[in-house]
Nanobody, 124 residues
């Protein structure tokens, strides 16, 4: 079992930056792929970014590529999502995700472990 605790959401204006953190606990957490998905009002949860267990490669949705950066610190099983140049369309609840499969982490329907979610609101 893996527990995920998120922090760092908030309300900002367009063009601002935010950093989300997600700390994972559990015996096997360090070997899991981790990432973020988001759910905007009236929309389905969607993939944002993911990173595999060794932290060498991160993958992004087209909508955030070039603006968001995902990093991982295995010493404390924490991932960080640096979000720059935020847009109003980035407004959503952001959920930390973890999965033993480096493939399933990309699909909201397949992810095994979720955090409680943190709200990000971007005003124009």
């Amino acid at each position: 079992q893996v527990q995920l605790v998120e922090s760092g959401g908030g309300s900002v204006q367009a063009g601002d930056s935010l950093r989300l953190s997600c700390a994972a606990s559990g015996r096997t957490a360090s070997s899991y792929a981790m990432g973020w998905h988001r759910e905007a009002p009236g929309k389905e949860r969607e993939f944002v970014a993911a990173i595999i267990w060794n932290g060498n490669d991160a993958y992004y949705s087209d909508s955030v590529k070039g603006r968001f950066t995902l990093s991982r610190r295995n010493a404390n099983n924490t991932v960080y999502l640096q979000m720059n140049s935020l847009k109003p369309e980035d407004t959503a609840v952001y959920y930390c995700a973890a999965d033993p499969s480096a493939e399933d982490i990309y699909y909201s329907d397949s992810v095994h472990f979720w955090g409680q979610g943190t709200q990000v609101s971007v005003s124009s």
